[in-house]
């Protein structure tokens, strides 16, 4: 009997007696019946099909869990749960309500680096300031370089070994008089911690924040910061600390300090 040049079909031969074509549909019906269902082994909607090792049969994988991403595993195809990218990963999200200091703690090590994001960070009254400390750390071990601006005066300060983390005594992270309620004088600004959880390398910090000294009345901004954190210790807590006053913080309605991981 002829067969078909792909497949292998079975085909009546040009010479073959009529009376065995019925017999002869009915065994090329069985045949591609048998191959498409190899070829085609889904059973639940989402399924999809690859080539096996086996000719002219294909393998049914079947549709994989949301979330999940196509991938290779063993050389043939797989569904799997995706590792984390990069991207940012929130850690921690606060609001002050009057509080004279607000602490980030038992931060994981597993980011490469940490981003501070906080605005609406309003103080109760004149005469305080805050500021961002790095594992509670009150020693001289910051040192920073940055460009600053107050009112319509525009200048670059630095400070090395300094206990207070800021550009100069009037540039606080947090605000210094930064009491009144309008949304753009709170305290507002976005700091980096790179390689923050190595335990044998100095911590690379960028940063910029501004607010409006009340008690000085003129607008004041940290327009750029970069500074090494002069400790080979891995950073597993951040803190807001009052430096001067007694004054409290409070965010402002719909405003947060939030800490992000990123990788």
Do not use: C
């Amino acid at each position: 009997m002829a067969t078909t040049t792909n497949y292998g079909w079975t085909t009546p031969d040009d010479t073959a007696l009529v009376k065995d074509g019925a017999a002869a549909i009915r065994t090329l019906g069985s045949s591609v019946d048998t191959t498409t269902k190899a070829l085609n082994p889904s059973t639940t909607l989402g399924d999809i099909e690859y080539r096996s090792s086996t000719a002219n049969t294909n393998t049914r994988l079947g549709i994989g869990s949301t979330g999940q991403v196509l991938t290779v595993a063993g050389g043939v195809p797989s569904w799997a749960t995706p590792t984390s990218t990069a991207g940012l990963t929130l850690i921690s999200e606060q609001v002050a309500s009057a509080n004279s200091g607000i602490d980030f703690t038992s931060i994981s090590g597993s980011y490469k680096q940490l981003l501070l994001v906080w605005s609406g960070a309003q103080h109760s009254t004149t005469g305080s300031a805050f500021t961002i400390r790095l594992n509670a750390d009150s020693g001289n071990n910051y040192a920073m370089t940055g460009s600053y601006a107050a009112g319509g005066t525009i200048g670059i300060a630095g400070a090395n070994n300094s206990s207070i983390f800021v550009g100069g005594s009037d540039y606080f992270a947090f605000g210094q008089d930064a009491n009144s309620a309008a949304l753009y004088a709170p305290a507002k600004g976005t700091l980096l911690i790179d390689n923050y959880s190595s335990s044998t390398k100095l911590k690379t910090i960028s940063g910029a924040w501004s607010y409006f000294d009340n008690g000085g009345g003129l607008p004041r901004a940290m327009l750029q910061i970069s500074g090494v954190y002069n400790d080979t210790t891995a950073i597993t807590q951040l803190n807001i600390v009052r430096t001067a006053g007694t004054a409290t913080l409070t965010n402002l309605s719909n405003t947060s300090i939030r800490l992000y991981g990123v990788n």
